[in-house]
């Protein structure tokens, strides 16, 4: 695609659900990365996939988050148990190498946990 | 522990105003300093950037500033339009242990510039 493709744009769910997030990263892009941004605050790193390496997943808060990527193209944030407090944007970005250039954002997805 | 930090948290100018962004940072791994650009409902989209071995760079009304000794850069937008209204991130970003170079964000500036 043209861009970073992120869905659904707006998530609602109840406290203790299970939600996934979805993103299609720009074709080619063999970077993913997931941040979280919460109101006030800036994007707060999650987890990096690169190629066929082994993710480095030191940004994931807790082991509720959890994250995959198939085929090296879309990759799936899957948050379990969710609480109130995960409530925020997801931003996944995409790059064409190894390293932060070129690095592109999707619109998000709004978590809001009632 | 915040690493970098931004300042100030809001900014209103009259239109043709020069608003400044400073940003200081902490650790000297960091090797490379972007500017996001973000609209209400979409994501970060990169500005400019610089390295610290670059004083200044200059991209159209955009200008960054940097001081290697004294861990700060800044981000100055000459003749600010309405258009310019947006929330401003400053990011560092360095090679990480496990292998990955992952940005480290300010929490933002948001600017308004008023016709």
């Known amino acids: 695609g043209a861009g970073v493709s992120q869905s659904p744009s707006n998530k609602v769910t109840e406290k203790g659900k299970d939600v996934e997030l979805r993103c299609d990263p720009i074709?080619?892009?063999?970077?993913l990365y997931w941040y979280r941004q919460s109101l006030g605050q800036g994007l707060e790193f999650l987890i990096y996939?690169?190629?066929?390496?082994?993710?480095?997943k030191s940004g994931l808060p807790s082991d509720r988050f959890s994250a995959e990527r198939t085929g090296g193209s879309v990759s799936t944030l899957t948050i379990q148990r969710t609480q109130q407090e995960d409530s925020a944007v997801y931003l996944c970005a995409s790059s064409s190498g190894q390293g932060v250039w070129g690095y592109t954002f999707g619109s998000g997805t709004r978590l809001t946990v009632v | 522990q915040q690493q970098v930090k931004q300042s100030p948290q809001s900014l209103i100018v009259q239109k043709g105003g020069i608003p400044i962004i400073n940003c200081a940072y902490e650790?000297?791994?960091?090797?490379?300093f972007p500017w996001y650009q973000q609209f209400p409902g979409k994501g970060p989209a990169l500005l400019i950037a610089i390295r610290p071995d670059v004083s200044e760079k200059k991209e159209g009304r955009f200008t960054i500033s940097f001081n290697k000794s004294a861990k700060q850069f800044s981000l100055h937008i000459m003749d600010s339009q309405p258009g310019d209204s947006a929330t401003y991130f400053c990011?560092?970003?360095?090679?990480?242990?496990?292998?990955?170079?992952?940005?480290?964000f300010g929490k933002g500036t948001k600017l308004s510039v008023i016709p």
């Open positions: 650790n000297t791994a960091f090797d490379y």
């Open positions: 074709s080619g892009h063999t970077a």
């Open positions: 996939f690169q190629g066929n390496s082994a993710p480095d």
């Open positions: 990011a560092a970003s360095k090679f990480s242990g496990a292998g990955s170079y992952q940005l480290t």
